[in-house]
């Protein structure tokens, strides 16, 4: 069992940056790939970014790509999510979630965090 636990949203202006943390704790965390993705209310959860075991790998959707960083630290059993020039249309639930193997579809991520939440005004 991994457990993760998402931090460091919040309510922006449209431009503005934040960091997301997912702090995971459990056996194996640097074996797993990791994910992050986001729920808008009325739509579908949505792939955003992965990092493989290594931090070697990295893959991000069209929407957030050369925005949106993610990277990992296996020592501190953490991954991030740096959102810069953060859009209204950002505005949503953000989960953290690890796999046995890197992909964007989210029903291959075994274990997820509750979610923390994002709000971009513009």
């Known amino acids: 069992q991994v457990q993760l636990v998402e931090s460091g949203g919040g309510l922006v202006q449209a431009g503005d940056s934040l960091r997301l943390s997912c702090a995971a704790s459990?056996?194996?965390?640097?074996?797993?790939?990791m994910g992050w993705f986001r729920q808008a209310p009325g739509k579908e959860r949505q792939f955003i970014a992965a990092?493989?075991?290594?931090?070697?790998?990295?893959s991000y959707a069209d929407s957030v790509k050369g925005r949106f960083t993610i990277s990992r630290d296996n020592a501190k059993n953490t991954v991030y999510l740096q959102m810069n020039s953060l859009k209204p249309e950002d505005t949503a639930v953000y989960y953290c979630?690890?796999?046995?193997?890197?992909?964007?579809?989210?029903?291959?991520?075994?274990?997820w965090g509750q979610g923390t939440q994002v709000t971009v005004s513009s």
């Open positions: 459990g056996r194996r965390f640097s074996s797993y790939a």
């Open positions: 979630a690890a796999a046995r193997a890197m992909g964007t579809l989210s029903y291959r991520y075994e274990y």
């Open positions: 990092i493989s075991w290594s931090g070697s790998t990295t």
